[in-house]
């Protein structure tokens, strides 16, 4: 798949913030002083991190071809796909609020409340599109409101998503009183059992989930706002961008993508919990940076995302295949997660003037 050097299309002002584009390119205004500090260069370098990610994949699928019978099955395959396709939909909204400058560590207890709120009895009564819209418009409201906070009380993304962390997960606590809360409608359980040419649906949300996502970040203003944005805050609101009105939207656009992945999650579960979405904050941002996004905002490629995910779906579909025990799992994701980071620092030096 082909990548771009900056990110084109749209209008409006933009500053020169020699930040990146969605190959993990920079975009400057001035010529390149050095010959690796080009965007030509740096969209180069976007493009070799996607194909080595994709290499990673195929010698993972060959790991898991030998430790387990198991794994090169059609129905292991499809399991993977699916399991994917929840924690890559969370992804795609992280990438956004990361390139943007931002973090987001409230989106698993984000899907926990819009999961348990959607699965009430009160709500259930409203059937399918009830059930959809309250786990879409919950999981947008808690966005709003980490996006105001973070926008207009000027407090650090870090502080305000991680209390929205425990404050969500302690709501969706208190409304379900700890208890599961089965799904009685049968179309709404469909959503995960359906399958079109032998592939779920589920896989087709996240692949039309990308394909959106994708020509936002890179075909429109928004895209091109967000990656100035995330490059220099300071330079961008100079140049008359509305830095707190789009940080705001970059927040709801992740609760959004929460409130989808509780509708996937609660139907493959059958059940609405409190402690479903555990630890997605660490897998999606692990998937973001190991797919090329700087945590420092500004640059970033969605397709790098989510063959991270795919690469940490992978792993632990094999983990699981071999019984090794979920602690193993934690200790092999941040060490992919520490040599990513390192990865990014070594490219951004090989990229300097």
Not at 342 to 351: D, F, K, P, S
């Amino acid at each position: 798949m082909s990548q771009q050097t900056s990110p084109p299309g749209g209008s409006g002002p933009l500053p020169a913030t020699g930040q990146g584009s969605a190959s993990g390119s920079v975009r400057q205004t001035g010529p390149s002083p050095g010959k690796g500090s080009g965007p030509a260069f740096l969209g180069h370098m976007g493009r070799v991190r996607n194909l080595g990610l994709f290499v990673v994949l195929v010698l993972l699928c060959v790991v898991g071809a030998l430790t387990s019978g198991n794994f090169a099955t059609r129905q292991n395959a499809l399991v993977i796909l699916s399991s994917a396709a929840v924690i890559g939909v969370i992804t795609i909204g992280q990438t956004f609020v990361i390139i943007g400058g931002g973090i987001d560590l409230s989106v698993g207890a984000i899907v926990a409340l819009a999961s348990v709120w959607c699965t009430t009895v009160a709500t259930q009564s409203y059937g399918l599109g009830g059930m959809i819209v309250c786990a879409l418009a919950v999981g947008a409201v808690v966005g709003l409101i980490n996006g105001l906070i973070i926008s207009y009380g000027n407090i650090v993304a870090f502080i305000v998503t991680i209390a929205m962390m425990a404050s969500a997960r302690g709501l969706a606590e208190r409304i379900s009183d700890r208890q599961s809360q089965v799904v009685t409608v049968d179309s709404f359980n469909s959503i995960a059992s359906t399958k079109w040419l032998g592939i779920p649906l589920l896989v087709y949300i996240l692949a039309v989930a990308v394909v959106l996502g994708w020509v936002l970040l890179n075909r429109t203003t928004f895209g091109r706002r967000t990656f100035a944005i995330g490059g220099n805050q300071e330079a961008a609101r100079l140049a008359g961008l509305d830095v707190r009105r789009h940080t705001l939207v970059l927040y709801v656009l992740s609760g959004l993508c929460c409130g989808i992945a509780a509708v996937m999650l609660t139907a493959r579960t059958t059940s609405g919990a409190s402690n479903l979405g555990n630890l997605y904050e660490l897998d999606s941002i692990a998937a973001v940076i190991i797919g090329g996004t700087l945590l420092t905002g500004g640059r970033g490629s969605l397709i790098g995302s989510i063959l991270g995910v795919l690469v940490f779906t992978t792993i632990t579909n094999i983990f699981v295949l071999n019984n090794l025990t979920t602690d193993i799992q934690q200790i092999a994701k941040g060490l992919i997660i520490v040599a990513a980071v390192l990865i990014q620092r070594r490219g951004r030096r090989t990229a300097a003037p």
